[in-house]
């Protein structure tokens, strides 16, 4: 079966630092990853997906399949960052998503 | 509307009582997945709708759950029964299938 894991619960990080959120994963196919932010009082979105290879609000993850990692960066953190970030995994034919317990993030002034 | 949207946002029922929980999806969205999110966990998936069949309910943790779907849009999570446990965010989502999932603003329901 597959599962995320996020090991940290809360990360606080001053402005303008580096900020990188941790995601493993296991999964015995091959994955399909996300990031989802669900800022205060907002729903769940989407934040990036790793086959796009993109970089969103400066935001950028990797997987990396030998660490079965796809942790979550970016190298200068701003106030508006602060959110819930939660790791998901893909899966099955009805492509359900499997999430992490989330992340805190909290980038202090 | 432009979103998916759940109603009502917040219930509080009694234990034992019966509960709907109502969702919206995306005009065209043929894929429609409910979840479920406890405090301070991650959402669970409970059950995926293709159209109008629940094509995937291996995620509902028990016979008092139940969701329909009958004319392909809206959407209806019914819980029998109810228990404190039972007490959580519901959370809607919808797609297109291969592109993004959407979701909703969530119900939060309280049983007391």
């Known amino acids: 079966a597959q599962r995320v894991t996020q090991p940290e619960k809360l990360l606080s990080v001053f402005k303008g630092a580096p900020v990188e959120l941790k995601c493993n994963y296991s999964y015995s196919g091959s994955p399909e990853l996300f990031w989802y932010v669900q800022y205060s009082r907002q729903r769940l979105q989407l934040l990036l997906r790793h086959i796009s290879r993109e970089s969103i609000k400066g935001f950028t993850a990797d997987l990396n399949k030998g660490e079965t990692s796809f942790h979550l960066k970016k190298p200068f953190a701003q106030e508006e960052d602060s959110a819930m970030y939660y790791c998901a995994l893909s899966s099955g034919s009805a492509r359900q998503l499997t999430f992490g317990s989330g992340t805190q993030l909290t980038v202090l002034p | 509307g432009a979103g998916v949207s759940q109603t009502p946002s917040n219930k509080v029922t009694e234990k034992g009582k019966y509960v709907e929980l109502r969702c919206d999806p995306i005009?065209?969205?043929?894929?429609l997945y409910w979840y479920r999110q406890s405090l301070g966990q991650g959402p669970e998936f409970l059950i995926y709708?293709?159209?109008?069949?629940?094509?995937?309910d291996s995620g509902l943790p028990n016979d008092r759950f139940f969701a329909v779907r009958p004319e392909g849009s809206v959407s209806t999570l019914k819980i029998q029964r109810t228990e404190r446990g039972d007490s959580a965010v519901y959370l809607c989502a919808s797609s297109l299938g291969t592109g993004e999932t959407f979701f909703g603003q969530g119900t939060r329901l309280t049983v007391v």
């Open positions: 005009s065209g969205h043929t894929a």
């Open positions: 709708f293709q159209g109008t069949g629940a094509a995937d």
